[in-house]
Structures are given as structure tokens and as C-alpha cells.
């Protein structure tokens, strides 16, 4: 296994809710935090960040958008990344 790579991946989350279909095996799931306007709020500055290069700005956005995210530091990424 190399460094960075998952042994388990999780595709929801406990704030994600799954609700019945009229199909047996298909779920609908439905995040009662979701807020397009913040998407769309995250999407505008995320291409802003990228044009002038504030790494630090895109990984705290990230961060915030996707608060179960779990990884290394912002500063322990960049030593990783320019070691």
C-alpha cells in the first residue's frame, strides 16, 4: 500500500439521510445540510483561489465545505508534497 491511499472508502456520511424508492435496491440520499448557494458560493472562490494560486485558501474551503474529511495538515501536505 502505498502513502495517501484508503483502505475503506465511505460514501456517506451521518448527517446523509437514504430514503425509500418504489425499487427495492435503490436508495435516494439526501444531505440536510445541503446549501447551493453555498456550492456555488465554494465554486467561485475555489476558481478565484486557483487563478492566483492561494493553495492554503483552497484547502481551508475544502475543508469547510467537507467537514469528515480526514488528512494531513495543510502544512504537512505541503512537506509531503516538496520533500
Given at each position: 500500500?502505498?502513502?495517501?491511499?484508503?483502505?475503506?472508502?465511505?460514501?456517506?456520511?451521518?448527517?446523509?439521510?437514504?430514503?425509500?424508492?418504489?425499487?427495492?435496491?435503490?436508495?435516494?440520499q439526501?444531505?440536510?445540510?445541503?446549501?447551493?448557494?453555498?456550492?456555488?458560493?465554494?465554486?467561485?472562490?475555489?476558481?478565484?483561489?486557483?487563478?492566483?494560486g492561494?493553495?492554503?485558501?483552497?484547502?481551508?474551503?475544502?475543508?469547510?465545505?467537507?467537514?469528515?474529511?480526514?488528512?494531513?495538515?495543510?502544512?504537512?501536505?505541503?512537506?509531503?508534497?516538496?520533500?
Amino acid at each position: 500500500m502505498r502513502p495517501g491511499e484508503k483502505i475503506k472508502e465511505e460514501l456517506l456520511s451521518a448527517q446523509e439521510n437514504l430514503l425509500k424508492t418504489p425499487f427495492d435496491k435503490i436508495r435516494l440520499q439526501r444531505n440536510m445540510n445541503f446549501a447551493p448557494d453555498r456550492i456555488e458560493k465554494f465554486i467561485h472562490e475555489l476558481k478565484s483561489n486557483v487563478e492566483i494560486g492561494n493553495v492554503r485558501a483552497v484547502y481551508d474551503d475544502a475543508n469547510e465545505l467537507v467537514p469528515e474529511m480526514l488528512g494531513p495538515s495543510f502544512d504537512e501536505m505541503m512537506k509531503n508534497m516538496f520533500a
